[in-house]
Each structure stands twice: as C-alpha cells, then as structure tokens.
C-alpha cells in the first residue's frame, strides 16, 4: 500500500515537473522580448537579455598599468603574486574568486583585477516604448546622459489603424452572417441546400485564389487601399466560418421558443432581432474574438489590399516594416512587437473562455 | 392583393388604389435614395476627408457598421411593404442574399476566374471586349489563343527548380514534420496537463501564442536566432546555449550548410504558435470521455500507456482528425512566418511565398493562378470531407 503511495506521488511529481518544463519552454520566448523591450540600446546588443537577473559576474576592482610597473609584455610578467605570458593573461587567469586579465592590445593595454560578484545590469526605462509610439520627434537620454532627438515610429498611428480595419471587419461578417444563418436555419426556400454546401465548401478554401479576381475588381471600383475595400475583404474571407458557426448555434434554439413568437404575430424581422440574437450572444462573441485576433494578426490581406501609403499601415505591416528596416535594432523591433501584441493579448486573456469554444465549434476553418 | 382591412373602408376605387400604390413605390424609392445617398457620402468622405484619424476612425467604424445594419433594416422594410405572398417570398433572401452575394463575389467566382487566368501566360487573358466576339469572333479567338498557354502554368509548377523546392518544404517540413509535431505535442500537453495541478494556468500559457500574430512571433524568434560573432557575447538564446555546450553559433534560419533541414527552425516557430490550438481541442475531448470506463480499464489491470493508446486515442479520433485536417489546411497555405523570417531565401521558400512572389513582384498573372489552384486542388480531399461530415448531420436533423 505505502509502495503504492509513493508511486502515484512520484507519478505526479513526474508529471508537473515535464508540464511545468513545457510552460517555462513556451514563455521564455515572450518573457526574453518584454525584458528586451525596456532595455537600452547599446546594452540589448552587448548583453543577452538574462543578465537583467541576478547573476555571477567578473568586475573589475583595480586596474594595473603594466607599464608603470615596469613589465615586459613580450616575456614573463609578475602582477598581483602570480606570473604569467601576455597570452595567458589575454585568455585571464584564475585563482579563487578573483581573476587577472589582460584589456587591450599589448603595447597599450592594462590588466585587470576582477572579482566574481553578484550583479544585474537591469537598466531599464520606457525609453524604446517611447520612440516607437510617438509619432513626432523624440527626446531619448543616452546612457552617457546626452540627449538626442530622434524620429519616432508613430506605432500609435498603425494602432488606430489597426483598429479601424478591426472593429468593423469583426462586427460587420457577424452582422451579415447571423441574418444568413437564421435564414438557413428557419427560413425555407429553393437552392437552400446548394447554397449551404456553398458555404460548407468555402469553409476550406485558401483565401489566395481569390487575391488577384478580387484585387482587380477593387481596381476597377477605385477600392484599393482604401478601408471599405480590406472590410469588404475581411468580410468575404471570414464569411463562410462565421455562417457556419452561428448555423450550428442559431439551429439549436429549440424550435417552441421561435414558433410562439411566430403565433404572436412577430415578423421574422423582429423574431431575429428581438429573440435570435439575444439568444446567439455566447456564439457571436466566440466568432467575434476569433475573427478580431484573425484581422489583427492578418499580415497577407492587409498587404495586399491596403498597399505601401504609410497613412492606412496596420500594425503587422507597421512591425514587419520594421523588421526590414531596422534589422539589428533590437530595442525598438522588441518595443514594437510587444506593442503590436499587447492588444490581442489583453482581448485573449479576458474572453479567453468564449475564445476556445469558437475554436472547438470552428476548428475547419481553412 | 388588397388585404380584407382596405376593402373594408368602403368603396374600393381603382384610382385610389393605384394613387396608394404610387406612393408606396415612391416613398421606397425616396427611402431607399436617401439611403443610398447618405451613404455614398459617408463613403467619400472617410476616402478624402481629413480630420484627425482618431475622429476618421470612430467615423468610419460607425458608418461601417451602421451602413450595414441599415441597409438590412431598409431591404426589409421594402419587402414588407410586398403583399404578403411575395414577402414570404423574398425574405429569405433578403436574410440570405448579402451573404451569398458577397460570398460569391469574393471567393466562388474568384475560384473560377483564377483557374481560367491560370491558363494563360505571364499577363493573363487579353482584356477583349465581349461585344467582339459577335461583331468580329475571329480576331476575338485569334486575341485569346495568342496569349492562351493550356496547361504550361501546371508544367511549369511541377518542374521549376524553386517551386519544386516550395512544394518539397510544404509537403515534407510543414505537412510531414510540423503538422505531426503539432499533434503530438498538443496531445502530449492535454494528457499532462489533465492530470496536473496546475492546469489551467499552464493551458492559458501555452495557448497564449495563438493570439500572437506571425509577424509578431518572427520578431520574437529572430531574436532567440540572432548570432554574433563568435568571440562576442551571443544575445541569442539560441546561440548562447549552443556556445555554453562547445558548439558553434550560427543564423540558423539561415543556416545553407544544412539545408533543407533549417526549414526545421521555422516548423519551431509555427509548432510554438499552434500547439495551443491542438491542446484545447484534445484537452475538451479527453475531458469527454466516460471517467467509468478509464476506471474499468484500470481496475482490470491496464497500466497507463495501456490506457492512453487503447482507450484514449480510439475515443478522440474523430478529434485528432479535425484537428490534423485543420492544421494541414494552415500549414498548406503558411505565409507570414517564412515571408517575415527569410523572405523565402535560404531554400525556405514554401507555395504561398511563391504565389505572392510570382503575383505580385514579378506580376506573372497565369503562372500566380496556376499556384493558387494547386493550393485549391490540395485542399479538395478536405473539403469533400467536410461535405460528407455537413450532409450526415443534417440527415439526423
């Protein structure tokens, strides 16, 4: 019985500890990107971003001009009780906790005496959030305490911009789509059928088919680049999905519920408004959030649509922009992306529940 | 046509009647104009106004969104204002027909109009007026056959050198290694974190990337990737691991020397971002199976691995199929990771990187088409699938 005991509670040692592994695997990468985020410039690109926690490091106590002590750097030298080549110095000797080593080249180098001691090089500051939120010029502090002016990025341009394209692009699919739900559901008329295995075939189908038809057409209705157009698209592409699964819901309501409206003399005008969609707000919301963070996240459509005018840029265009000019500065790209995630992130951790029911009910989304 | 309430007022006069119906068809007519109208302003207005873009952006989600409700309350009105046969008619409609039409404006017909550009060359089907082929056929035919090129898009497809290596990475690292990666994983997960005691903070974690988007994520793996000189400090995890176990550091995505299989530190990123996906789906349905039979099973003596693969994998299979389906629709068509990671270099170029490459940078309209349609015929086994899944269900309506 005891064995037994101890089995079950290894088992469930086992079992956290590989969890609690996986977790930390999946979340090192976003915590290493904010930790960044707040760093500054010149220590993001010299220190890895962990250095900000407490750690075990040489620093210099005494410095040693070998020259004034008369040494050779090109034969054996005697510093501190210990002798040692110019070679042997460069790479650093140890002895206990302090260390000697040689900074510089050898004609004008010194030599360090370094102890290993507890230290974080957490710096941080708004700084980066600053630069790449900011649309005017910038004041920025250098480390060195000079103050430099510099452009900023106007992420929260791209941030209302996101949202422009969002909002609608999220409200307007569930709109139309409830009304051609409920008429799937409970409405009867020719070619029901057909044109629900329309929109159960659309459901799979990439949306980059239709990228160049669509493209030409907002070309010839002057629609390209503007917002009505990528709503018009969002709305398209995001179609099939939303009638599928506010079908699934809306046909569920139990059929006593509608017909008693209907004996009451109610049109279905009003039966829709008044009592379906009431009735489908858990369904609306669980689509409402997986076409939000759908449109958000999108890179492809707004790329294509909106086109370059750095007026209409959306976030994801805004942050791979930057990923394509920048390159290596890391304390504005890490600032930009967490910016660009922040929103999704707040949407994903408050309605998470509703979230993941969409998913389960719309997991064939193509 | 007339209801028993308006014959009810006395003498029905003819003249009365069609006084009454011109007013209705003209208050329709002027409701629907100023509708319309109203509209269409709003429209120029949000493409030239320019007031401060918070302002434009409340605006424009405001006419958005009320355009939208308003012209659906508007169509029913008109329809209601029909005899009564002709609205139960038309109403169906009026709920289904915006959907439909936009639906068949922006995907279904699309479908066919891509599959038809994809038979021509590099700029598509001459722009022929349709009149010519009744005033002139010959040079209409002659304008066509100068630019059709059959099936050469589909041949080029399947023996050029950089979309043979595009069809490769799709196929072998995103379907073959990504998507089994992902499944597993996300099993793996379920199953532990089923059993832990923390779950759902650790499902919330993992899950957590889905609302991440690719660009996003690709900033944050480049940084895990990013090398420095060897000598230097490496600010890369990646690397910084790598050079603390003797090895050295490297670009890795961009890592030639071992291509193909630096496609594999892209599938990381893609596996980081989905597994969370897989998670919640298996974790529902491993929560659905009966406690009394996994007691069954262990009373009789079957030990956990026993368990797992004789009686949970039988009981989510119908899960593990949508889930891999669903993944192998999303890795078929994987863009922004590898656009924003590589741009395509470095052997990593997958269908939809091609597609927009040949689209809408060397602007090769049939050679494009083509690519989308192999996308389209790849997706088909899927699709026919769902049709089946949809039908049953409606049989056990």
Known sequence: MRSAGSAKRFRSFLVNGVLAIIVFLWLVPVVGLLVSSFRQRFDIVTTPWWSVFPHRDWVPTKTINPRELGLDPSGLMTVEGITATFKELRAGIEEGNTRLI????????????????????????????????????????????????????????????????????????????????????????????????????????????????????????????????????????????????????????????????????????????????????????????????????????????????????????????????????????????????????????????????????????G | MATPAQTADGKPRPAGKALALVLKVGLALLVSLVVFLVLYQGFLFLREGNAPKGVMAILAILWGVGGVAVLYTLFNWLVEQLPREWTERLQPYVFVGPALVLLIWLMLLPVVRTSYISLFGRNGPPDLPLAMLFTNPGAFVAGLSAEFVGLGNFVAVFTDRLMLSALRNNFLFWIGIATPLTVATG???????????????????????????????????????????????????????????????????????????????????????????????????????????????????????????????????????????????????????????????????????????????????????????????AVIPVMIYNLRQQKEQEAFR
């Open chain 1, 102 to 365: 040689w900074i510089g080249t050898r004609p004008i180098g010194k030599i360090e005496v370094q102890e290993r001691q507890w230290v974080t090089t957490a710096n941080l500051s708004v700084d980066n959030y600053r630069q790449v939120v900011l649309g005017r010029s910038v004041l920025i502090e250098n480390a060195d305490g000079t103050v430099e002016t510099v452009r900023g990025d106007d992420f929260s341009g791209a941030l209302i911009n996101s949202l422009t394209v969002a909002i609608p692009a999220t409200v307007i699919p569930i709109l139309i789509a409830a009304f051609a739900a409920y008429g799937f559901a409970w409405m009867r008329f020719s070619g029901r059928g057909v044109l629900f295995a329309i929109v159960v075939a659309l459901l799979v189908v990439p949306l980059q088919i239709a990228l160049v038809p669509v493209l030409r057409d907002f070309a010839a209705l002057n629609l390209n680049g503007t917002l009505l157009g990528i709503w018009l698209a969002h709305t398209g592409f995001g179609l099939p999905l939303a009638i599928f699964l506010l079908y699934g819901y809306i046909r569920s309501i139990p059929r006593e519920i509608l017909e008693s409206a209907f004996i009451d003399g109610a049109s279905h005008f009003t039966v829709f408004t008044r009592l379906v969609l009431p009735l489908s707000v858990p369904a609306l919301a669980a689509f409402a959030i997986f076409q939000f963070l759908w449109v958000w996240n999108d890179y492809l459509v707004a790329l294509v649509i909106l086109g370059p005018d750095p007026n209409t840029r959306v976030v994801t265009m805004k942050l791979a922009g930057m990923v394509g000019t920048y390159g290596q500065d890391w304390h504005l790209l890490t600032a930009g992306a967490f910016m660009s995630m922040a929103i999704p992130l707040l949407v994903f951790f408050s309605l998470q529940r509703y979230f993941v029911r969409g998913l389960m009910a719309g997991s064939v989304k």
């Open chain 2, 187 to 377: 099993l793996l997960i379920a199953v532990l974190a089923d059993r832990s005691s923390f779950e759902r903070v650790a499902k919330s974690l993992i899950f957590m990337p889905m609302a991440i988007s690719f660009v996003g994520a690709s900033v944050i793996w480049n940084f895990i990737y990013e090398v420095n000189a060897p000598d230097a400090p490496q600010i890369g995890l990646l690397n910084a691991v790598v050079v603390a176990l003797g090895g050295q550091p490297h670009g890795w995505t961009n890592y030639t020397a071992i291509a193909p299989w630096n496609n594999l530190f892209l599938v990381i990123i893609v596996l980081w971002l989905q597994v969370g996906f897989a998670m919640v789906l298996f974790s529902a349905a491993i929560k659905g199976i009966p406690d009394e039979l996994l007691e069954a099973a262990r009373m009789d003596g079957a030990t956990e691995v026993q368990v797992f693969f004789r009686i949970m994998i039988p009981y989510i299979l119908g899960t593990i199929i949508t889930v891999t389906t669903t993944i192998i629709i999303f890795t078929l068509k994987i863009f922004d990771v590898v656009w924003v990671m590589t741009g395509g270099q470095y052997g990593t170029d997958v269908i939809a990187t091609q597609f927009y490459r040949q689209s809408f940078i060397n602007r090769n309209a049939g050679y494009s088409a083509a690519i989308a349609i192999v996308l389209l015929i």
